[in-house]
């Protein structure tokens, strides 16, 4: 089914009319009424988090497993609750005025897409969606629809990090040519594709987990909880996961969009899950703080990164486990994930004064742009390109050693076989 059909059928089975975002408003005082659609996970932080504003009321929690939901309801015990969210909307779609969604990837789009139908500002977990169209889709509906939006990715807003994109915009280590990144987590999976089948818990809705996505057989410890991230009909691998994080800061310091060329190094693809082992190279078009292209490497796997000349430390200092190294003209910046830049001259730390900057919680900026008093900073104008860069490496990891070619204006590749991977089919259930 085509996401358009998966929406039209939604709103009929929702049975709600379709409002534009400007006949929502919250009357003054009021307070944000917040439904949640996965709450175990992060979804349990998220939940947390934006619920400890002073100005929201937990109305709805939505999830398809219900220990998760009963968890959650244990803490907002006047929201309702809900396993499936397009039941949610159906019922609760005028008493509710903004979504978090934190789902598995696959799941992203297609709620908040809904959501946003509704007219609905939505907070959506990293990385924004699981395929590149349904990041330009989620990005022309919060724009046409001018809607507040925010992606989860929470170290955005923190100091060390937008400090950071300061920093490198200043010059510090001059025109940046390369960034290289790494995690040592493992987010995929090299093993055999699991047979068989186990009986689904008596707490999970397996089709409801799956959604969208192709059915296939239930098997325990390999989809539900988190593993799902593994695999290529549900999650982005290493790279979706880990990725959004560590390169968002590169991304908003150097001004980048999306790439035109991105080659993977990895193991021939198996039909079910993403390489253990990755290294991604992309091109991306110069800015003003790039030198005329900008290099971007990325490595994953417990090995990450490989050697390299310009990942070298300062003689007896430890590499972080995750980060980046900004490669300038005139020294390299490394970023640690999750800590304060420390620059590296001529092979030796250097100080430098990092700029003051006030604390800023990234959840209670989504809810202060919803009552009107701020911006959010990781709209999904911005998540959508973040999250376009990402995901086209993921692609790339099906086509091992093949450089692929980008057209940001076409939205394709020049090879053919790689567009095929750009959109899902979406089941009905
Ligand atoms: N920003 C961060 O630091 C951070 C950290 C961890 C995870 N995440 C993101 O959060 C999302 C969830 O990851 P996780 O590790 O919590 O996964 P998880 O599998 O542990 O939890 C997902 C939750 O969503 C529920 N769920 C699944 N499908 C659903 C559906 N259709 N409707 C309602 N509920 C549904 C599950 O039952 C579970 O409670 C992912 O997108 C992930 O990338 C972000």
Redesign the pocket.
Same mark, same amino acid.
């Given at each position: 089914m085509k996401r358009r059909d998966f929406l039209k059928n939604a709103s009929v089975f929702a049975g709600v009319t379709l409002l534009p975002s400007s006949v929502w408003a919250i009357t003054k005082n009021a307070k944000l009424r917040t439904a949640h659609?996965?709450?175990?996970?992060?979804?349990?932080?998220?939940l947390k988090s934006i619920a400890s504003h002073s100005m929201v009321e937990v109305t709805a929690l939505?999830?398809?497993?219900s220990n998760? %939901?009963a968890a959650a309801q244990k803490l907002y015990p006047n929201a309702k609750v !809900?396993?499936?969210?397009r039941k949610l909307f159906a019922e609760m779609g005028k008493a509710i005025d903004a979504v978090i969604?934190?789902?598995?990837?696959h799941?992203?789009a297609?709620?908040s897409i809904m959501a946003m139908e509704m007219g609905k500002p939505v907070y959506?977990?990293?990385?924004l969606t699981h395929h590149v169209t349904e990041a330009r889709a989620m990005r022309k509906m919060a724009e046409d629809k001018k809607l507040v939006t925010q992606m989860?990715?929470?170290?955005h807003s923190w100091k060390e990090y937008r400090g950071t994109a300061q920093l490198i915009q200043s010059g510090l280590i001059g025109k940046v040519h390369t960034v290289r990144a790494w995690s040592n987590k493992n987010w995929g999976y090299d093993g055999p594709v699991p047979t068989g089948s186990d009986p689904v818990p008596s707490t999970?809705?397996w089709n409801?987990? %799956?959604?969208t996505s192709p059915e296939r057989p239930y098997k325990e410890k390999i !989809?539900?909880?988190?593993?799902?991230?593994k695999l290529l009909d549900y999650?982005?691998g290493t790279l979706?996961?880990m990725g959004?994080?560590i390169f968002d800061t590169p991304y908003t310091a150097l001004q980048l969009d999306v790439p035109k060329t991105i080659m993977t190094q990895c193991r021939k693809p198996n039909g079910f899950a993403h390489p253990e082992h990755n290294v991604v190279t992309y091109e991306f078009p110069g800015t003003q703080y790039t030198a005329n292209t900008l290099k971007w490497v990325w490595y994953d796997g417990p090995k990450a990164p490989k050697k390299h000349k310009e990942l070298k430390m300062p003689k007896g200092e430890k590499r972080p486990d995750q980060g980046a190294m900004f490669v300038g003209e005139k020294g390299r910046l490394l970023l640690p994930h999750i800590g304060y830049p420390k620059l590296i001259v001529n092979g030796k730390f250097e100080e430098f004064k990092f700029p003051e900057l006030e604390a800023v919680d990234h959840y209670h900026q989504f809810v202060d742009a919803c009552l009107g008093k701020t911006q959010t900073s990781a709209p999904f104008s911005y998540a959508a390109r973040l999250t376009e860069s990402i995901l086209l490496g993921v692609v790339a990891n099906r086509f091992p050693d093949e450089t692929l070619h980008w057209d940001n204006a076409t939205q394709r590749f020049s090879e053919a076989g790689a567009n095929l991977l750009l959109d899902m089919k979406y089941r009905s259930f």
């Open positions: 659609i996965g709450v175990g996970g992060m979804g349990a932080e998220d939505c999830d398809v497993d998760n %939901l !809900y396993k499936d969210y969604v934190s789902t598995p990837d799941t992203h297609p709620a959506c977990q990293k990385p989860g990715i929470q170290i999970l809705d409801l987990w %799956l959604g !989809y539900h909880p988190g593993q799902w991230r999650g982005c979706g996961d959004v994080h």
